[in-house]
């Protein structure tokens, strides 16, 4: 029974992927239903799998869809099986997007990228700078995980270095770069899933995301540089000695520097395949990103004929690592029965009539400084960024806002970016607090709240500008 459920799990969640984009080319009625059969087959397993005390959060968001579909006037069946097809785009994107990270892992990029920059990154302000950058384009490739991996290899070139004073040079960077990735990085799902839904410009909320992250990089250094003077130490004399010894151990320059030229041309191609494929391609952005992932990968290991190792890790993500991957898919798809039930009832309208009421005794306010707060509080409940998009914008895509989509995606993406900032209930805090040993609440607020409350301030002030002006 037990490898029946564990061999269950994976092919479900395959035949659901395959099925996602067979269907989206061919909506054959047929395939579709065992499309929803395949999205029960995951929930199925993965409950018989864990127990349901361990997937709380989805099995709890599938029983409130369905004791509301239940109790309104849907059909029980035909309820469970368009809500299990109501999250396909972002279970296909879920299942493709790791993948990126097997590219990453096939050469040394950081440490050749380390080397070949380590000129721009002799002080402790410019490598404040470096990491809180880096990660960014980093959590382009590895989402969240880009927090472990760079934390890793910092803390591997600063490997002499302890104390707070450290931990928290390291530990505010990369949470910093990675709550601020998610306002303009594509493969970050819930950015794609919020531009998808509110029907924005990608270009237009990725430049005004890059925009916002430019000036947050700016404030995080100047944030950094009276952090590091309350501590009362000198990070760059220690800094400069670790570097010169890693330096002193650095292969070739000829291969370092044919290995950056192979990252940038990786980076490149990746983010503009993407961005220029969805201005002339009539197809969903949450469809074409994991059809050019799959592509890139695909073309990487052909080029470099490493075809047996493409299949040898593969192999190694079906067997092994898509089963960690069920969690994530099973909130979609609980999320997913729950807001197809919710898009049957009046709680639309009751979320409309409330932000009403409130402009009425706050007249001086709009909605889009609240948008923010429904996803920080939403956060510290333990919904990562990806669900609590998944249901902020779900209920938003039923609301007639009088804004320009890009704000409202903006708006809805500052609030992501500061409760991974903040909440220490989250994947990006429990990561970093996993890493350096210092607790959620120290990593999350402890060391940020400061720096959260100058990002929303600066960020609605633009945002604002923007409503009075009607840009």
Known sequence: MKKVVQWGLPISIITFTVLHFVTYFNGNEFLLDLLSISGMGILLFAVILYTPPKIKMPFGLFIAGL????????????????GFREMRNMIG??????????????????????????????????????MISFTQIIAYFLLFG?????????????????????????????????????????????????????????????????????????????????????????????????????LSHTADKKQMNRIVLEFMILFVSLFGSIFILSSFVEIELLILIPLVVMVWILTYYVSKRRLNKLFDLAKKYVQKDMAHQSYQLCVMLG??????????????????????????????????????????????????????????????????????PELIVLAVTLGSSISILLSPMIMPIIMLSGENGLSGFKNGIGFNWKFGVVIYLMVMGYVQVRVYMGW
Not at 67 to 81: A, V
Not at 109 to 126: D, P, Q
């Open 67 to 82: 004791l509301i579909i239940t109790f309104s006037d849907s059909h029980l069946m035909e309820g469970l099986m368009d």
């Open 146 to 246: 880009s927090i472990s991996m760079m934390y890793q290899f910092v803390d591997m070139i600063l490997k002499d270095e302890s104390g707070e004073a450290w931990e928290h040079f390291k530990g505010t960077a990369l949470l910093r770069g990675f709550s601020l990735s998610v306002m303009w990085v594509v493969s970050i799902p819930s950015f794609a899933y919020v531009v998808e839904s509110m029907g924005a410009s990608l270009g237009v909320s990725i430049i005004q995301g890059m925009f916002v992250s430019i000036a947050g990089i700016m404030v995080a250094l100047l944030f950094s540089k009276f952090e590091e003077k309350s501590y009362g130490v000198d990070l760059t004399a220690g800094l400069k000695t670790e570097i010169e010894e890693l």
């Open 335 to 404: 999320a997913g029965i729950l807001i197809f039930a919710l898009s049957h009832t009046e709680f639309a309208s009751l979320i409309v009539d409330g932000i009403y009421s409130l402009q009425e005794v706050l007249p001086f306010l709009n909605v889009l400084y609240f948008l923010p707060f429904m996803v920080i509080i939403l956060g510290f409940f333990g919904l990562g960024p990806l669900t609590v998009m998944v249901l902020v914008a779900g209920i938003l895509e039923s609301i007639y806002l009088p804004y320009p």
């Open 93 to 130: 994107l879920l299942v493709t997007v790791p993948m990126i990270s097997w590219v990453l892992r096939e050469e040394p990029f950081l440490e050749a990228i380390m080397g070949f920059g380590h000129r721009f990154l002799n002080t402790s302000r410019k490598f404040y700078f470096g």
